[in-house]
């Protein structure tokens, strides 16, 4: 993995979370408890503890049924406080990567994970830094 952005308290401190998952459908679940337990140890509100675990459960959801990595090969979670306060959140597969497209208006059911992240976060993107890195912060 490399360096998060700038702005990021010291690696490794005890409110970082580094999760390892496994592509399967437990990962969203299991994502959101870390998710939980950081916002506890964060001492984040109820807003934003319920923004972030949507956000994850969202994303890894997405790396779970979308990926076009190996089925082996898992996800890396990584959540960090800022140090204005706020949260980053990446999440890596080791998928080839994926061009984010907006929402169709006229799709009826899915394609709403990235449309929430685009709407509650205050930025986020994709890259293909060690697969697939979809990252978002929170202010």
Same mark, same amino acid.
């Given at each position: 993995?490399?360096?998060?952005?700038?702005?990021?308290?010291?690696?490794?401190?005890?409110?970082?979370?580094?999760?390892?998952?496994?592509?399967?459908?437990?990962?969203?679940?299991?994502?959101?408890?870390?998710?939980?337990?950081?916002?506890?140890?964060?001492?984040?509100?109820?807003?934003?503890?319920?923004?972030?675990?949507?956000?994850?459960?969202?994303?890894?959801?997405?790396?779970?049924?979308?990926?076009?990595?190996?089925?082996?090969?898992?996800?890396?979670?990584?959540?960090?406080?800022?140090?204005? +306060? $706020?949260?980053?959140?990446?999440?890596? @597969? %080791?998928?080839?990567?994926?061009?984010?497209?907006? /929402?169709?208006? &006229?799709?009826?059911? +899915? $394609?709403?994970?990235?449309?929430?992240? @685009? %709407?509650?976060?205050?930025?986020?993107?994709?890259? /293909?830094?060690? &697969?697939?890195?979809?990252?978002?912060?929170?202010?």
């Amino acid at each position: 993995m490399t360096a998060l952005s700038k702005g990021v308290r010291g690696a490794d401190t005890p409110l970082d979370l580094r999760l390892d998952l496994e592509r399967d459908p437990q990962a969203p679940s299991l994502a959101r408890a870390a998710v939980a337990g950081f916002c506890e140890r964060g001492e984040l509100d109820g807003e934003q503890a319920s923004t972030l675990a949507l956000l994850v459960s969202e994303l890894v959801s997405n790396a779970v049924m979308h990926s076009q990595a190996p089925p082996a090969s898992g996800i890396l979670l990584s959540v960090c406080r800022l140090d204005d +306060g $706020g949260v980053r959140v990446e999440v890596i @597969d %080791r998928g080839s990567g994926f061009t984010a497209i907006p /929402r169709d208006p &006229g799709r009826s059911n +899915g $394609g709403y994970g990235l449309f929430l992240v @685009d %709407r509650q976060a205050s930025r986020w993107g994709v890259d /293909r830094v060690g &697969g697939t890195r979809v990252w978002f912060e929170l202010a």
